[in-house]
């Protein structure tokens, strides 16, 4: 696995000349990438959500498109429009946004639940029906979207449906006072976000995607796996667990991480890394709870405290 080793630490290092001091961040972005999977970009305004999202875009030889969702938004805005066309007296398809590899939905919570709806089925099934015609989406393709968790006015709540299509939900935070200095020295004269250029073509991301399915996940990880999702589902503070969706993506995301660390096998490490990122957005905690400031982070830490830890080989 040195290859997709290599091909993290090469996008990575691309991805730090412009978001400085996030290293974990971005390589559950990467994460994201390898998997095929979509990205949750959720944080207050002003650090880095949009530029690590167009970073990512730039270093990838792929198609990108952003989208500003905004309340007035219509779904024909996201996904294309049939238009007749006089001449040749037929309709024709105008795609929308959507079709590209790389689409960074930007504030996507400023759309109204209609609009947000028409993602799902792209977002899942790698297509756009309009007009009762199927169009397929470009390969890889992976949303990249963005919000802010504080500002509530003028916004609407991603549906548990919506989130569920997340692979991840990834958090920056501030950065700390020596990479502050750093963000205010690299942008002096110019952002640098203008000097980065593409790393990978679409080919060799979708060709590591393919090379990531390979890692060997252990029968004693897999069950690992869905008996942590299980317990999502029977907590008492849980209104909604985790569902199959969830699991499969600590799976997927597993692989990755191995991979991106030289290894062939998946790691217990590597299920208890990722289970907050990947398992607390799908959960929906009942009132009382919340009540009690009771989050889903927590109670995933929870869970994995109470879940043993499988022991023995974990290679093939």
């Known amino acids: ?26 390589e559950m972005v990467v994460i994201g990438l390898l998997c095929q999977g979509h990205v949750l970009i959720e944080d207050v305004p002003g650090v880095g959500k949009t530029v690590m999202a167009r970073a990512m875009s ?25 238009i007749f066309n006089q001449e040749s007296r037929k309709f024709e398809f105008r795609p929308g ?18 609009t947000q709806a028409a993602l799902l089925e792209a977002m899942d099934e790698r297509q756009v ?27 609407f709540p991603l549906p548990e449906a919506q989130l569920d299509r997340f692979l991840l939900r990834v958090r920056l935070g501030y950065p700390n006072l020596a990479d502050e200095v750093a963000v205010l020295e690299g942008q002096q004269l110019r952002h640098p976000i203008e000097g980065i250029s593409p790393v990978f073509s679409a080919e060799e991301v979708l ?25 999502t589902r029977s907590n008492a503070d849980v209104y909604l667990g985790a569902s199959p969706r969830g699991s499969l993506g600590l799976f997927r995301a597993g692989q990755a991480r191995a991979a991106l660390n030289g290894r062939d096998h998946v790691l217990p490490d590597d299920i208890k890394a990722l289970a907050p990122p990947i398992l607390a957005h799908r959960i929906i905690v009942n009132p009382a709870a919340r ?21 023995g080989s974990f290679s093939a």
């Open 207 to 231: 060709e590591a995607a393919q090379t990531v399915k390979a890692v060997y996940v252990a029968p004693a990880i897999k069950r690992y796996i869905v008996e942590l999702t299980h317990r």
């Open 291 to 311: 009540l009690r400031e009771v989050t889903a982070e927590r109670i995933v830490q929870e869970i994995l405290l109470g879940v043993p830890v499988p022991g």
């Open 97 to 114: 946004p959507i079709f590209g590899q790389v689409i960074l939905a930007d504030e996507i919570n400023r759309a109204t639940p209609k």
């Open 129 to 155: 029906t309009v007009d009762g015609v199927t169009h397929p989406l470009p390969r890889p393709f992976m949303v990249l979207a963005t919000q802010n968790p504080i500002e509530y006015e003028g916004t």
């Open 1 to 26: 696995m040195t290859d997709i080793k290599a091909f993290g630490e090469k996008l990575l290092e691309n991805l730090e000349k412009v978001i400085i001091g996030k290293h974990s961040a971005l």
């Open 58 to 82: 730039k270093s990838l030889g792929c198609t990108f498109n952003r989208v500003q969702f905004t309340p007035d938004m219509l779904p024909s805005d996201v996904t294309g429009v049939s």
